[in-house]
């Protein structure tokens, strides 16, 4: 099946910082979404980006699906965005797709103020 | 905005007893999911469901897993005789019916519940 990485795995960073988390995926994909795990456990919805660009306040991301990667940018970090990001896609080889998303493992940021 | 709900936020069990965790997907939803996380790792896929049937499975869903769209709302994945191994985070998630770009759906995560099986 398809395969998914991230990077860094951890990253700490001061309040105010800037940050770069990347996604590599091994297949060509229908769909890719970046997730948010805050302390409670909860996937808070950040984009759903199979391909271009999209900036949401101090947030954007950046996928080339053509080149298998997906980027997303976190500027003037804050406290409160601590917690672990993962991307997920739906692989679109193999035929018919049914919406499974594959994770990848996270990437693990701590903000400190 | 609509969301995902889910019931129990916390279910504690004994190894070997039936569970049955509970899903409301967003109204219009027609896709529907479920997915678990097993503590300090990434989520995986279960299974996908549409139109009262199952679309797709992964090898973790076995013959104890079964899901159920029992009524127009609810939608609930029961595990038969629980395993310590089963202890987890399990997340329903549900899409629209309507593609976005490229004629792919977005997927809206419940809260999660968590798992535990002593």
């Known amino acids: 099946g398809i395969q998914v990485e991230q990077s860094p795995p951890d990253l700490i960073l001061q309040e105010g910082a800037n940050s770069t988390l990347r996604c590599n995926f091994s297949?060509?994909?229908?769909?890719l979404q970046w997730f948010h795990q805050n302390p409670w456990g909860q996937l808070i919805n950040l984009f759903y980006i199979p391909s271009g660009t999209k900036q949401n306040g101090r947030l954007s991301a950046t996928t080339v699906a053509t080149e298998r990667y997906s980027l997303l940018y976190i500027s003037s970090s804050q406290t409160t965005d601590s917690g672990v990001y993962f991307c997920a896609v739906e692989s679109n080889a193999g035929g018919t797709s049914y919406g499974k998303l594959t994770f990848g493992q996270g990437t693990i940021l701590t903000v400190h103020p | 905005e609509p969301e995902v709900t889910q019931t129990p936020s916390h279910q504690v069990t004994q190894m070997g007893q039936e569970v049955i965790l509970r899903c409301v997907p967003i109204s219009n939803h027609l896709y529907f999911y479920w997915y678990r996380q097993i503590l300090g790792q990434k989520v995986e896929f279960l299974v996908s469901f549409y139109n009262n049937e199952i679309s797709e499975k992964s090898e973790i869903f076995d013959d104890q897993f079964s899901v159920e769209r029992p009524d127009g709302s609810n939608f609930t994945l029961k595990i038969r005789s629980t395993k310590l191994e089963d202890s987890a985070m399990y997340f329903c998630?549900?899409?629209?019916?309507?593609?976005?770009?490229?004629?792919?759906?977005?997927?809206?995560f419940g809260p999660g519940t968590r798992l535990t099986v002593t």
């Open positions: 297949d060509s994909v229908n769909n």
């Open positions: 998630a549900s899409s629209d019916p309507h593609p976005g770009d490229n004629g792919i759906y977005e997927q809206y």
